[in-house]
């Protein structure tokens, strides 16, 4: 479903990273590896389409990302390190308006009921600035409870989140891996996903 | 404690049907910048006491000679006007910039430039229209007849909407620079110099009999073709500034 040809990545004067290439099928998870600053977020960024690759290529169902525009943007969920989160929005308000963002529209029970699985229950009309770090990682992770996007790029998406909820979104990874989709994930910390279809690329510097 | 659980997830693939359409996403984007803008109401009120107290200072600086400040009136208004929407600029994305709400923007499958176009409008809702809607109480400092007035009114309702498009190119370009506020007056008041023109002129020429609506239809071609090039050259910033 989602791959690439040997992708360089040139930030300012320096190569952070050259020539990766991998190729991920449905229900297959990419679990990208590195220390600080080896260019994951970078990665990510290009995969997803913000920046473009110096040299290399990316693919999605075969055709080039860059040639699909919209086309591949429906199909992609990123989370990225800022939580895009907004501080003077409710908890529901911000759910609600990154889906509708996303293109694809909740209803407000939807929503709600989005957040209680999240454990925010009670706490969604809350403006997001009264709310935890974690707290607010688990909002924009209530969006992977909703979303049909078959591609999901995840920045480090359980910093900041306590053991039962990193649980949780390690079952969501195996619901979503099992009905076919395509997952690329960077993380310090150890996620059990299922062994099967997960590669691993690892970044050196 | 509350429990984290997995609901019944939604089967994969889009959502069939038409998609929401540009004029329903326009209206949601403006409504969400209205809602942020209300709830951070300080900064919105800034940039307008600031057009207040600047209107305001003229006349106790320049002193109570009713001719020099009815033919000063329009130009002062204008100028305000320009340098109040100005300092609104940097806010126009940068909170979105900063809490990576931009980045998700890029990632829509709705047109950015429909997206543009809804925080521009939103923009001149919070921080040009009620610089329109002062602009009365103003006037009455500095004596203007109620003609000029209304002439003024039509010419600020006109030429606003011009600043916040100009300026958004401005902000887009400057996003995420240090230093990017004095930055963005360097880019964009040249810009704004033949809407400060056509604007004060057409109370000008209403004044001396002239007729204003020449330079009115001067800020019409202002604001068409700023509105048909400005949230192209927003969003291909925009681009350039998230990459």
Known sequence: ????????????????????????????????????????????????????????????????????????????????????????????????????????????????????????????????KLLSQGQKRRVALARLTTTRKPLWLLDEPVASLDRSAATWFESMLATHLGRGGVVVLTTHQEVCTPSGSSQHLRLAD | MYAERIIATPALGRLTGPGPGPVTTLRYVVARDLTLAVRRRGDVLGSLIFFVIVVSLFPLGVGPDINVLRSMAPGIVWVAALLAVMLSLGRLFAADYTDGTLEQFMLSPEPLIILVLGKVLAHWLVSGLPLVLMTPVLAAQYDLPPASTAMLMAALLMGTPVLSLIGAIGAALTLGLRGGGVLISLLVLPLYVPVLIFGAGAVEADAVGLGGQAHLSLLGACLALALAFAPWATSAALRIAME
């Open chain 1, 1 to 128: 479903m989602l791959s690439a040809t040997q992708l360089e990545c040139v930030r300012g004067d320096r190569r952070l990273f050259s020539d990766v290439s991998f190729a991920i099928d449905p229900g297959g998870l990419l679990h990208v590896e590195g220390r600080n600053g080896c260019g994951k977020t970078s990665l990510m960024r290009l995969l997803c389409g913000l920046s473009r690759p110096e040299r290399g290529q990316i693919r999605w169902r075969g055709a080039p990302i860059s040639e699909l525009g919209e086309e591949y943007r429906a199909d992609v969920l990123y989370l990225a390190h800022s939580n895009g989160v907004k501080d003077e929005l409710s908890a529901l308000e911000n759910l609600l308006a990154s889906a509708r963002i996303g293109g694809e529209p909740l209803s407000e029970d939807g929503a709600r009921e989005a957040l209680a699985a999240l454990g925010l229950h009670g706490r969604e009309d809350l403006p997001a």
